[in-house]
């Protein structure tokens, strides 16, 4: 059977269209590099202009007060840091807890709620863009003279949150990016710290190039300026390299809790 002229390249172009599209090392590449947000960032309500950092001393049970720093980014992730002011700590133990999730609004934007990756649910009714109110596990106002106020400060305040992170890891074209487990998000990783006995253990460990691998570290979580345009991105720096585990995935590995039980 004899072909057309113009079947040839029309079949030799869709396979090369075809092989670029299903090639996830040089989409995610092109992606981590390009620092930009995500499809989709969620909305906010009018007036409400983000970056944005929101402090305030909530009341505590134990302790003079719970000191809430909560930084909101555009691109739908939070960083949160609480400390327990006043309250005695034991050797190896500590009150400030850090944390990084991602908000979102409820659809009238009158409520915005946090999902973070140490399993923190909290909620806050937005009085006005520049002041946010702690509501109760079930979201409805918290019946009470005590404050609940987060007010927004006039800059965004450093925030670098350290914590344990569970992710995909992978190093390809002399960098490595991690795709965080709970947030679904892809962060470079800075050649600094641990970060050499990370990529050791991956390089010995994978099977093709820019395999990702499941990693767990302790990390802190920075902001830094893009590789490419304008702005700052998130960015981990790797403070102790746990393990890789080969085969598992962010849905076959233990939970966050687990983890922390267990390092």
Same mark, same amino acid.
């Given at each position: 059977?004899?072909?057309?002229?113009?079947?040839?390249?029309?079949?030799?172009?869709?396979?090369?269209?075809?092989?670029?599209?299903?090639?996830?090392?040089?989409?995610?590449?092109?992606?981590?590099?390009?620092?930009?947000?995500?499809?989709?960032?969620?909305?906010?309500?009018?007036?409400?202009?983000?970056?944005?950092?929101?402090?305030?001393?909530?009341?505590?049970?134990?302790?003079?007060?719970?000191?809430?720093?909560?930084?909101?980014?555009?691109?739908?992730?939070?960083?949160?840091?609480?400390?327990?002011?006043?309250?005695?700590?034991?050797?190896?133990?500590?009150?400030?807890?850090?944390?990084?999730?991602?908000?979102?609004?409820?659809?009238?934007?009158? %409520?915005?709620?946090?999902?973070?990756?140490?399993?923190?649910?909290?909620?806050?009714?937005?009085?006005?863009?520049?002041?946010?109110?702690?509501?109760?596990? %079930?979201?409805?106002?918290?019946?009470?003279?005590?404050?609940?106020?987060?007010?927004?400060? %006039?800059?965004?305040?450093?925030? $670098?949150?350290?914590?344990?992170?569970?992710?995909?890891?992978?190093?390809?074209?002399?960098?490595?990016?991690?795709?965080?487990?709970?947030?679904?998000?892809?962060?470079?990783?800075?050649?600094?710290?641990?970060?050499?006995?990370?990529?050791?253990?991956?390089?010995?460990?994978?099977?093709?190039?820019?395999?990702?691998?499941?990693?767990?570290l302790e990390a802190r979580v920075v902001r830094r300026?893009?590789?490419?345009?304008?702005? $700052?991105?998130?960015?981990?720096?790797? $403070?102790?390299?746990?393990?890789?585990?080969?085969?598992?995935?962010?849905?076959?590995?233990?939970?966050?809790?687990?983890?922390?039980?267990?390092?």
């Amino acid at each position: 059977m004899k072909l057309l002229p113009w079947v040839m390249p029309a079949l030799m172009l869709w396979a090369m269209l075809a092989g670029c599209a299903e090639s996830p090392t040089v989409r995610q590449l092109q992606e981590i590099r390009s620092g930009a947000p995500p499809a989709g960032s969620p909305k906010t309500p009018s007036g409400f202009r983000l970056p944005a950092t929101f402090v305030g001393n909530l009341p505590c049970a134990d302790c003079a007060g719970i000191r809430y720093q909560l930084n909101l980014w555009p691109d739908g992730l939070f960083f949160l840091r609480t400390t327990y002011l006043e309250k005695p700590v034991a050797a190896g133990e500590t009150d400030r807890f850090d944390e990084i999730g991602l908000w979102s609004f409820s659809a009238d934007r009158r %409520k915005l709620s946090l999902r973070g990756s140490r399993g923190a649910r909290e909620s806050f009714t937005v009085v006005r863009p520049d002041l946010l109110r702690k509501l109760d596990q %079930k979201g409805r106002p918290i019946a009470s003279e005590l404050n609940y106020d987060l007010t927004r400060q %006039k800059t965004v305040e450093p925030l $670098e949150p350290r914590l344990l992170l569970r992710g995909l890891y992978s190093y390809y074209a002399d960098a490595g990016r991690l795709k965080e487990c709970f947030t679904g998000r892809t962060f470079p990783v800075a050649t600094e710290q641990d970060n050499v006995a990370l990529e050791v253990t991956y390089l010995k460990l994978q099977q093709e190039p820019g395999q990702w691998l499941l990693a767990n570290l302790e990390a802190r979580v920075v902001r830094r300026p893009k590789m490419e345009g304008a702005g $700052e991105q998130p960015v981990i720096v790797v $403070e102790r390299f746990i393990k890789i585990l080969p085969g598992e995935t962010c849905e076959t590995s233990m939970s966050t809790t687990e983890l922390e039980q267990a390092y």
